[in-house]
């Protein structure tokens, strides 16, 4: 089993940044995606970012341009720093990896808040 602790979340006002960061409970020999999801009250979870063991990144579009995904693979962490907040980026936010088509582990998620 693998748990993944999320930090980083909080309160902001419009415009300013926030990082979130994740990291694996244990050493894990080979995780081919890491990324990150996120939940606003009432809708479904959505893909903000993801980026693969080979340093593929993928953007959710009303993300494009204002966060940026990062990993180490040594440290087993992926980190997603968020510029020019909106409030429309209110949400709990998730921290996934994918190990194999059959194997994927979330994280229990941090609030981030975007004041107007």
């Known amino acids: 089993q693998v748990q993944l602790v999320e930090s980083g979340g909080g309160l902001v006002q419009a415009g300013g940044s926030l990082s979130l960061s994740c990291a694996a409970s244990?050493?894990?020999?080979?995780?081919?995606?890491m990324g990150w999801y996120r939940q606003a009250p009432g809708k479904q979870r959505e893909l903000v970012a993801t980026?693969?063991?080979?340093?593929?990144?993928n953007y959710a579009d009303s993300v494009k341009g204002r966060f940026t995904i990062s990993r180490d693979k040594a440290k087993n962490t992926v980190t997603l720093q968020m510029n020019s907040l909106k409030p429309e980026d209110t949400a709990v936010y998730f921290c996934?990896?994918?190990?194999?088509?059959?194997?994927?582990?979330w994280g229990q998620g941090t609030q981030v808040t975007v004041s107007s």
């Open positions: 996934k990896i994918v190990l194999s088509i059959s194997q994927d582990y």
């Open positions: 244990r050493s894990i020999f080979s995780i081919n995606i």
């Open positions: 980026i693969s063991s080979g340093g593929k990144i």
